[in-house]
């Protein structure tokens, strides 16, 4: 990206150019610091500086070389709607990209950074909320089609100092390890339970023709089931029987013990 930016240099700022840079001052100071600027002071500033030199430079490459459409104040987006709907139950209203994502608006606007970008393509789940109920993928999910409902995430599963079932059950049998997939898993898992209390069948449920008028019966979360469920989850550390194992005991109920295979 070569875009140029020209942002008002500071004084000392202007002085490290002058120094380092002589040959591409009136450039910068007239364009601003572009791409080829920043790699070449990068490169001049390898070594040794002076204090001032140091200090001035810091600044200069600590600063994005371009802003994304999330960190924009409202009055410069390009494409701005307006937006209204409710997260963990706060009603919130935002000027948003139209092509912002939920995910971003998630963590760039609204502080909530228990949903992760993992993949950013919506394979691994780590993203997952619950709109309305249903799980989505925050990340393949644009802010704008939320327009008036409801968003929870994982800092709304709990009920304040009180932990959720699913929460403790993923406590309690360590369904999580590096704990970056977890938010979406324990979303995902919430849903799961609602789903199949409704009846909704997976493609591993059994026959599931109804007579007519006849509401579906609940699901029984068989570990095929959890499994065929959960797979849109990925879980880089491996924690899958323990996942399923909270899942299936917050469902029935009923402890269930964990399993160890032992290879001799």
């Not at 960190?71 to 997260?87: C, F, G, K, Q, W």
């Not at 009180?162 to 993923?170: D, E, K, N, R």
């Amino acid at each position: 990206m070569e875009e140029n930016e020209a942002p008002q240099l500071t004084e000392d700022e202007k002085k490290l150019f002058e120094d380092l840079m002589p040959e591409d001052l009136d450039e910068i100071l007239d364009t601003g610091v572009n791409r080829r600027h920043f790699l070449k002071l990068l490169t001049l500033t390898g070594g040794g500086l002076l204090a001032y030199q140091a200090a001035a430079a810091e600044q200069v490459l600590t600063r994005p070389l371009s802003l994304p459409p999330e960190a924009l104040p409202p009055s410069t987006l390009e494409n701005a709607v307006d937006l209204s709907l409710r997260i963990n139950g706060t009603s919130q209203k935002l000027t948003v990209d139209s092509r912002m994502t939920l995910l971003d608006t998630l963590r760039e606007r609204l502080g909530l950074t228990g949903s992760k970008k993992g993949c950013d393509h919506g394979q691994c789940g780590a993203c997952t909320v619950l709109v309305d109920g249903r799980r989505v993928l925050s990340c393949l999910t644009l802010a704008a089609s939320c327009e008036g409902q409801s968003v929870k995430t994982i800092e709304g599963i709990a009920q304040g100092n009180t932990l959720h079932p699913m929460q403790q059950a993923f406590l309690k049998h360590d369904g999580f390890q590096c704990g970056f997939c977890t938010p979406g898993q324990i979303c995902s898992a919430v849903a799961v339970l609602d789903e199949a209390q409704k009846g909704e069948a997976s493609y591993v449920t059994g026959p599931v023709r109804l007579k007519a008028g006849a509401k579906p019966s609940p699901v029984r979360l068989s570990e095929e089931e959890i499994r065929e469920r959960m797979s849109g989850n990925l879980c880089r550390c491996g924690a899958y029987p323990n996942i399923v194992a909270a899942i299936r005991e917050v469902q029935s109920g009923k402890p269930v013990e964990q399993t160890w295979n032992f290879v001799g």
